[in-house]
């Protein structure tokens, strides 16, 4: 992105659905995140308690059990910056945390999360560590906040998460008649993408599967909208409350404590047993057996 003295993140966020910024979030809490939630990544992983959904690339919620996804959701820069680009208080509802590239197919995000007024709702990508091309980097399609509110019937579909891939297909039509152009986020450790509820954005696909990809989604509510889900909306909008994050400075907060010292140590000794078996068939093999 290019802030120049003309345009403020504000113009830049209207004019292109999306910004760049530093976070300046200590080193330490986004390494904290990533050294935290590490057990629960990849096929050998321990299954965390209290988040809201884990799969061996994404948890959910881990703000429940890790301090430093609280502090990077709530951190100042990212708080002051969507305040000056809404001109209203952002409130995080939801945090994801990835460790591999998500491949995801192109969307916005009010389709899953919509409010009223439209618009009200952003996300914000914290990278965990620096994205090159080959790690499958977060892609956005500039400009495409300006599309109009669009939900399943706008697409000719009934409201449903069985009409996603129709959803899916209907994204990619606009996307060729308008002629929009992908980005990819190449960005730094400790940048951050701020992207607007109705922009086009994906994963693309991870080149390189040996590597990782560590990053961290904030979803955001500003301005205390109507949040409603379209994929539930088959009688009518079906409004909710959105869980905001709970306040860890406050008394009664407690971090969950994790996986137990005999999960951990469990968890260990299986990794090493079957690295062990590794190297002994590949001993095997040269052997000629
Ligand atoms: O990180 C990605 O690859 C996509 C994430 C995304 O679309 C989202 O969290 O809204
Ligand atoms: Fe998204």
Not at 49 to 76: C, H, L
Not at 148 to 168: A, T
Request: charged share 25%; hydrophobic share 30%.
């Amino acid at each position: 992105m290019q802030l120049t003295e003309q345009s403020t993140i504000r113009e830049y966020f209207q004019e292109n659905g999306y910004a760049i910024i530093d976070t300046g979030i200590d080193e330490a809490v986004l390494d904290a995140a990533v050294a935290g939630l590490s057990p629960y990544f990849g096929d050998e992983r321990v299954e965390p308690e209290g988040v809201s959904y884990a799969d061996p690339g994404r948890i959910q919620d881990a703000w429940f059990i890790e301090n430093s996804v609280y502090k990077i959701a709530t951190s100042e820069s990212v708080l002051s910056s969507l305040k000056e680009i809404y001109g209203l208080e952002a409130e995080p509802f939801q945090t994801l945390n990835f460790y591999k590239g998500t491949g995801q197919p192109t969307h916005s995000d009010s389709i899953h999360f919509n409010c009223e007024p439209f618009g009200n709702m952003c996300g914000v990508w914290v990278a965990l560590e620096d994205i090159g091309p080959d790690q499958g980097p977060l892609r956005i399609y500039p400009k495409s906040q300006e599309l109009e509110e669009m939900n399943y019937p706008d697409f000719g579909l009934e409201p449903g998460y069985d009409q996603y891939p129709q959803y899916l297909n209907g994204i990619e039509n606009l996307i060729e008649k308008h002629g929009y152009e992908e980005r990819r986020a190449i960005i730094k450790k400790g940048q951050a993408v701020i992207w607007a509820a109705n922009v086009l954005h994906g994963g693309s696909p991870q080149n390189d599967i040996s590597l990782t990809r560590k990053s961290q989604v904030t979803h955001y509510y500003v301005g205390k909208p109507k949040a409603w889900r379209p994929s539930e909306s088959t009688n009518g909008r079906a409004y909710f409350v959105p869980e905001t994050l709970g306040d860890c400075t406050t008394p009664g907060f407690r971090a969950h404590p994790g996986p137990s010292i005999v999960t951990r140590v469990a968890g260990r000794a299986r990794r090493l047993r079957d690295h062990a078996r590794v190297v002994a068939k590949g001993v095997l093999n040269k052997l000629g057996r």
